[in-house]
């Protein structure tokens, strides 16, 4: 029975998706459009799920423009208007959400019920049973099951000339290890404190969005202002200091300014949200505003919840197995910053023993659902110059070797897992003070 507290249900949800495109994402994952049980209901969001998957801005006058032709179907002009104006709040929507849900089930079993009888043999009743639980079943998948469209969209991209190869980082020779930065994957990147794993990341992320790739950056240690004076430091060879002292020449200045241009025309995103809750819904409204290629999580510690009571260890992995999913569902790429272990620094009495996987902080969970896992090493003494220059008087530098031990300028990649290629250790140059790193 249609009640008229249901129809207001289905409207308030229905508004508030208007309202606030932000929450089509969570609407998208939780309910399909044979849930409404109005029709009009049921076309208006269908309507809404494909203009947002058609990246156009949703409103009320786009939405009667775009939907012209049909708009009497869906109740006409003033009815659409009327559903627009039934919006509730963001914390009442996905309680609203479940309340169609439980609706929709309670309305399949009730109709199995009513078309059960006694002149049914056992056959029928199974029959009718066994498609009732399915139906059931479907409301909790985020899409339906179809066996058919994973051996077509198999195919498709095997004949496909011009297919996905996954993302260029600029450095030549990880790429060549990794098969580029691939979408569904979950990369991470590790290196003990100091070595240059957000330098690294921030250098990757800045030459893929100059690329024209669609890029989120998540850093929880620096505001935008540093992210961006460490990609404009890198790509015009300036020192780093002089960003952070304000001496940067009105020449140079002008240089950056163009380069943020740049930046802004391919639309990279720097967050600073902390709540990796809340940094997903970001990643998930951006990728229903613009298509997304890449997104860069900087380091994983820092979007732990401090309120939790569980081991860190649960707390990071948790962390790991969502932003693995979210590789797979939204079919991006996702690279993971992390720590290394404190106590790898005194690691069989040697301060700068090259790292393993095992070194990652917390490691566990991390290695386990990284499909790829780059270590990063140099030699930091070499950041004193008096170490540096004892070091050479002695005949123990040499700038031409690609072993960070030996060469200041260099910083090794080590390639320690990777389910779809080879490993090993790549030689790329270092540039801490302006923030570089570059092929060699």
Request: hydrophobic share 35%; with cysteine.
């Given at each position: 029975?249609?009640?008229s507290?249901h129809?207001?249900?289905?409207?308030?949800?229905?508004?508030?998706?208007f309202v606030?495109?932000?929450?089509i994402?969570?609407?998208?994952?939780?309910?399909?459009?044979?849930?409404?049980q109005?029709?009009?209901?049921?076309?208006?969001y269908?309507g809404?799920?494909?203009?947002?998957?058609?990246k156009?801005e949703?409103?009320?006058?786009n939405?009667?423009?775009?939907?012209?032709?049909?708009?009497?179907?869906m109740?006409?002009?003033?009815y659409?208007?009327?559903?627009?104006s039934?919006?509730?709040?963001?914390?009442?929507?996905?309680?609203k959400?479940?309340?169609?849900?439980?609706?929709?089930k309670?309305r399949?079993v009730?109709?199995?019920?009513?078309?059960?009888?006694?002149?049914?043999?056992i056959?029928d009743?199974e029959n009718k049973?066994?498609?009732?639980l399915i139906?059931?079943y479907n409301c909790?998948?985020?899409?339906?099951?179809?066996?058919?469209d994973?051996?077509d969209?198999?195919?498709?991209?095997?004949?496909?000339?011009?297919?996905d190869m996954g993302?260029?980082?600029?450095?030549?020779k990880?790429?060549d290890?990794l098969?580029n930065?691939?979408?569904?994957?979950?990369?991470?990147v590790?290196?003990?404190s100091g070595v240059?794993?957000?330098?690294f990341s921030?250098?990757v992320?800045?030459?893929?969005?100059?690329?024209?790739h669609n890029?989120i950056y998540?850093?929880?240690?620096?505001s935008e202002?540093?992210?961006?004076?460490?990609m404009?430091?890198?790509?015009?060879?300036i020192d780093?200091n002089?960003f952070?002292k304000d001496?940067?020449t009105d020449e140079?200045?002008?240089?950056?300014?163009e380069?943020?241009s740049?930046?802004?025309?391919?639309m990279?995103?720097i967050?600073?949200?902390?709540?990796?809750?809340?940094?997903?819904?970001?990643i998930?409204?951006?990728?229903?505003?613009?298509?997304l290629?890449?997104i860069f999580l900087?380091?994983?510690?820092?979007?732990v919840?401090?309120?939790?009571?569980?081991k860190l260890?649960?707390?990071?992995?948790?962390?790991?197995?969502?932003?693995?999913?979210?590789?797979?569902?939204?079919?991006?790429?996702v690279?993971?910053?992390a720590q290394?272990?404190r106590?790898v620094?005194?690691?069989?009495?040697?301060?700068?023993?090259?790292?393993?996987?095992a070194?990652i902080?917390?490691?566990?969970?991390?290695?386990?659902?990284?499909?790829?896992?780059?270590?990063l090493?140099?030699?930091k003494?070499?950041?004193d110059r008096?170490?540096?220059?004892n070091?050479?008087r002695?005949?123990?530098?040499?700038y031409?070797?690609k072993?960070?031990?030996?060469?200041?300028?260099c910083i090794?990649?080590?390639?320690l897992?990777n389910?779809?290629?080879?490993?090993g250790?790549k030689?790329?140059r270092?540039?801490?003070?302006?923030c570089?790193?570059?092929?060699?």
């Amino acid at each position: 029975m249609l009640t008229s507290q249901h129809i207001e249900l289905e409207q308030s949800i229905l508004g508030t998706m208007f309202v606030n495109p932000g929450l089509i994402p969570k609407a998208n994952e939780n309910i399909k459009k044979y849930m409404f049980q109005v029709e009009n209901h049921s076309m208006i969001y269908e309507g809404i799920i494909k203009m947002a998957d058609d990246k156009k801005e949703i409103d009320l006058i786009n939405f009667l423009e775009n939907y012209k032709e049909i708009i009497k179907l869906m109740g006409g002009v003033s009815y659409v208007s009327e559903v627009y104006s039934c919006s509730s709040t963001d914390v009442a929507f996905e309680t609203k959400l479940e309340l169609l849900i439980k609706a929709y089930k309670k309305r399949i079993v009730l109709n199995l019920c009513s078309h059960v009888s006694d002149e049914m043999t056992i056959e029928d009743m199974e029959n009718k049973l066994s498609n009732t639980l399915i139906n059931l079943y479907n409301c909790t998948l985020k899409k339906d099951l179809n066996i058919e469209d994973i051996y077509d969209n198999y195919l498709k991209n095997l004949y496909e000339i011009n297919k996905d190869m996954g993302v260029k980082s600029g450095l030549t020779k990880i790429d060549d290890v990794l098969g580029n930065f691939r979408r569904g994957r979950l990369i991470t990147v590790f290196a003990r404190s100091g070595v240059g794993k957000s330098i690294f990341s921030i250098q990757v992320a800045k030459n893929m969005a100059l690329s024209g790739h669609n890029v989120i950056y998540g850093s929880a240690e620096m505001s935008e202002d540093e992210v961006l004076n460490r990609m404009a430091a890198s790509q015009f060879n300036i020192d780093n200091n002089r960003f952070e002292k304000d001496l940067l020449t009105d020449e140079e200045k002008d240089k950056v300014s163009e380069f943020c241009s740049k930046l802004l025309s391919s639309m990279l995103y720097i967050s600073t949200e902390t709540s990796i809750d809340k940094f997903i819904n970001e990643i998930k409204v951006y990728k229903l505003k613009n298509n997304l290629d890449i997104i860069f999580l900087d380091y994983i510690n820092k979007y732990v919840d401090p309120s939790s009571s569980a081991k860190l260890t649960e707390k990071l992995g948790e962390i790991t197995s969502r932003l693995k999913t979210l590789a797979i569902e939204e079919n991006i790429c996702v690279v993971l910053v992390a720590q290394a272990n404190r106590n790898v620094d005194r690691n069989n009495g040697e301060v700068y023993e090259i790292l393993t996987e095992a070194d990652i902080q917390d490691s566990a969970r991390i290695e386990q659902d990284s499909d790829q896992i780059i270590g990063l090493y140099r030699d930091k003494r070499f950041d004193d110059r008096a170490y540096k220059d004892n070091k050479f008087r002695e005949g123990k530098v040499d700038y031409d070797s690609k072993d960070a031990k030996e060469n200041p300028n260099c910083i090794n990649a080590i390639i320690l897992k990777n389910r779809h290629g080879g490993r090993g250790i790549k030689a790329l140059r270092w540039d801490g003070n302006i923030c570089k790193i570059s092929n060699m």
